[in-house]
């Protein structure tokens, strides 16, 4: 087909009004397009895009990459003509948008190629990643790291021009400056059949479900039987409480989908100071049945609501000063803090080894009071020759106060063992989680004649002709009126 030489003029002269695009040069051959997610002197502040002018940080130029046959080279080339095109990218409709944040303590790398294709790099976890105890933090300070490291332990994915868009991001809340991407990914079924997505979003959350329903039946037949309403029944109550705060927030912090819309940082610290509360409440039941063995006179003349008074300022105060101090010391002293993120949600601070060393050794101090405890009452019982109403009352607390000792003090030990990232021991925690709950379950109410017997004349129902021994006097008349 052929224009009219006034038509091409109008279009060359219409051409010529343009500026060239940044980098580019007479050679417009060459030239490829980069896309850049806001515009030209903005960059991202928490997801929206901000002017330069209201931030520190400069604008955001892309850092080409030349690709090799084996990978990319980590030699920085010239940069190459290219011309950024501002949008997000429209994705397909068997196609959604996915969000990616490269920064230095990151387990996703982003790369442009001289191409103008962006590169992404994450962890292959069926390539050498067990080595790293399944995480790998990239680095690009780490001189030692070449294209080889990365094809070993990682896997790529590229995206041409259109189904991406970077920038630069700032994160406040975490004080984090990182590159971000949004790329275009295929929909991808759900494989069920894989053990880890199995276990984390089927099995963890299901059990976390049961062993909830458990600490709440428990907290419910201490709080609502009149007779249980003692202050040992106070003191479990308190302490299946804060149990199952501590599994909501567990639970909270295994869907790290949902990232933009919970802060983990707040979820794991409502879960390690839930779990220090019920501890001390555990070291204050041990001490109440130890004082009451070793009291010579135990008809004293305080409430027990004035004594669960007492002990809940001890073990609120204790709670309160410990977490402060774990608090204090993520903020001032942790050097090495980490990061929850990736590619979903922006990374986001969570607290460090610091933090849970102090809240852990606090837990560990208790743990050792409560086995003196455990140990010299058991000895005072041995050498009581004889036995009072209220002794032989407190011999059932303690041997209840025993098993709950022994139950969550494995359950601990579980949980500081995970920490350490290997699968198996994060597989073993998930179980021992869940029979942590039905064995207090069982301690609690089911293993327990008086408790049973209790609910049983309550419901009407579950009573058997057994005698049954540990029963207050009243508890003792109203079986004799029942037949019992």
């Known amino acids: 087909m052929y224009y009219p030489a006034s ?20 050679g417009s051959a060459n030239l490829i397009s980069v896309a850049k997610c806001c515009e030209q002197n ?9 002017p330069l002018t209201e931030t520190n940080e400069t604008e955001w130029k892309p850092e080409f990459v030349e690709e090799k046959v084996n990978g990319i080279s980590r030699n920085r080339p010239a940069q190459p003509d290219y011309q950024l095109k501002i949008g997000r990218p429209k994705c397909q409709s068997d196609e959604h948008q996915w969000n990616v944040y490269h920064y230095r303590s990151g387990e996703d790398r982003l ?23 399944g995480v790998f933090k990239f680095d690009d300070a780490d001189p030692t790291m070449d294209e080889d490291d990365l094809d070993t332990i990682s896997i790529h994915y590229d995206y041409p021009f259109g189904h991406y868009c970077a920038d630069k991001a700032i994160l406040s809340r975490d004080r984090l400056v990182a590159t971000y991407a949004m790329i275009c990914v295929p929909d991808v079924v759900v494989k069920w059949s894989d053990t880890n997505y199995l276990m984390k979003h089927a099995i963890d959350p299901t059990f976390h479900a049961i062993s909830i329903a458990s600490y709440l039946v428990v907290a419910v037949v201490y ?30 912090r295994i869907f790290t ?16 100071v839930s779990l220090l509360a019920a501890f001390f409440w555990l070291n204050a039941l041990g001490y109440y049945v130890w004082n009451t063995f070793r009291s010579r006179n135990v008809f004293l003349r305080v409430t027990d609501g004035r004594k669960y008074c007492y002990y809940s300022t001890y073990v609120w105060g204790s709670t309160i000063c410990i977490a402060g101090t774990a608090i204090f010391a993520h903020f001032a002293l942790e050097t090495n803090k980490p990061v929850v993120g990736g590619m979903v949600y922006p990374p986001q601070e969570t607290i460090g080894w610091l933090g849970i060393s102090v809240l852990f050794t606090s837990i560990a101090f208790t743990i050792m009071i409560d086995l003196s405890f455990a140990l010299t009452t058991a000895n005072r019982i041995k050498r009581m020759s004889t036995y009072g109403r209220i002794h032989h009352k407190m011999k059932y607390s303690f041997r209840m106060f ?8 494995i359950g601990w030990l579980s949980l500081l063992l995970s920490q350490l990232n290997y699968k198996a021991l994060e597989y073993c925690h998930v179980v021992i989680n869940l029979l942590q709950a039905i064995l207090i379950l069982y301690v609690c109410v089911f293993g327990q004649r008086r408790v049973t017997f209790l609910l049983g004349k309550t419901c ?20 004799i009126n029942a037949g019992y």
């Open 7 to 26: 038509a091409l003029l109008i279009i060359i002269g219409t051409l010529g009004n343009y500026p060239l695009p940044a980098n580019a040069t007479d």
């Open 42 to 50: 903005e960059l991202l502040v928490d997801d929206t895009c901000t």
């Open 111 to 133: 790369a442009i190629l001289t191409t103008g294709v962006l590169r992404h790099y994450t962890t292959d976890l069926t390539k050498g990643s067990q080595e790293y105890n």
């Open 223 to 252: 709080f609502v039987l009149p007779q249980l309403r003692d202050l040992v029944g106070n003191m479990i109550t308190s302490m299946t409480l804060c149990l199952i705060a501590g599994q909501s927030a567990s639970t909270v």
């Open 257 to 272: 989908e949902f990232g933009n819309h919970v802060s983990f940082m707040i979820a794991d610290t409502v879960m390690y």
């Open 402 to 409: 025993v098993f709950l000792f022994t139950i969550m003090s």
């Open 460 to 479: 009407n129902c579950c009573n058997s002709g057994e005698n049954i021994e540990g029963l207050d006097w009243g508890e003792e008349m109203t079986a």
